[in-house]
């Protein structure tokens, strides 16, 4: 275990897989303590038992994000058991992808649940955390599908240009009180989240990246790691990563 994150605690939503669970291994693995957030129970509470074998600390807390109190009790909870709250990575998400006209409009609902609302409130409630301790970092987990759209990906395209913009307005609003924003946009991640949509959807995205090795969930965890750690006069505050085989 390194010493880059010692002393610290970082709150993690969408830890239950992918993104989310190689972020917290490799946060942990460099000191820090971590809460975990997310809806599958057993998943988080097997990951902290694993990080606690390994000498490291960490909390599991099942929390639905988009569910404003949950995301709230997340950040407060999250504070209260780890004593402070110094980096809040908004990774949960979901990606239901396919054309707009005769859409089941209840993915999208899922998706702006997800995508926006949990990245609102769990940023809303740790922002008062930060500020009073004069210091702190959000990082807001987007995609590439934040800086282009494209047909039969509508609604994902707009909760993902959506945080992008969100978190332009809270960097510079966030700038006096210390506190930090970065917004990580994947290309193609090889995690479950293409593994949620239908078959025929399933069977179009397989032919658009047919040749392209996706990343790793480590690799973006990477770069978050990379994004935290900078010292306190660095802000890195956009990191685009892309499989190199992926031209779009």
């Known amino acids: 275990m390194s010493e880059a994150l010692q002393g610290r605690v970082i709150a993690i939503t969408g830890a239950s897989s992918g993104i989310g669970e190689a972020t917290a291994l490799a946060c942990a693995k460099a000191g820090a303590a971590v809460a975990l957030a997310a809806r599958r129970e057993d998943r988080i509470e097997a990951l902290a038992e694993r990080i606690s074998g390994e000498g490291g600390r960490a909390i599991a807390l099942q929390t639905d994000v988009g569910e404003e109190d949950q995301a709230r009790a997340f950040i407060a909870r999250a504070k209260e058991e780890l004593g402070r709250l110094d980096v809040l990575v908004n990774n949960a ?48 987990v987007s995609s590439v599908a ?43 991640v090889a995690t479950e989240l ?23 969930s480590e690799d973006i965890a990477s770069a978050i790691l990379y994004a935290i750690s900078q010292p306190p006069n660095v802000s890195i505050n956009e990191v685009l990563v892309r499989p190199s085989g992926q031209a779009r």
């Open 194 to 216: 293409p593994g949620h949509n239908r078959p025929e959807v399933i069977a179009v995205m397989r032919k658009a990246f047919e040749g392209v090795t996706p990343l790793a």
């Open 93 to 140: 998400g979901v990606m239901l992808l396919g054309p707009i006209e005769q859409a089941d409009t209840e993915e999208w609902r899922r998706m702006v649940h997800a995508n926006v609302f949990g990245v609102l409130y769990c940023t809303h409630a740790a922002l008062p955390v930060m500020r009073e301790q004069g210091a702190g970092h959000i990082v807001n």
């Open 146 to 188: 934040g800086r282009f759209a494209r047909a039969g990906s509508g609604v994902y395209n707009l909760t993902k240009f959506g945080v992008g913009a969100f978190s332009e307005a809270l960097r510079q609003e966030a700038v006096p009180h210390g506190i930090r924003v970065t917004v990580i946009e994947p290309g193609a």
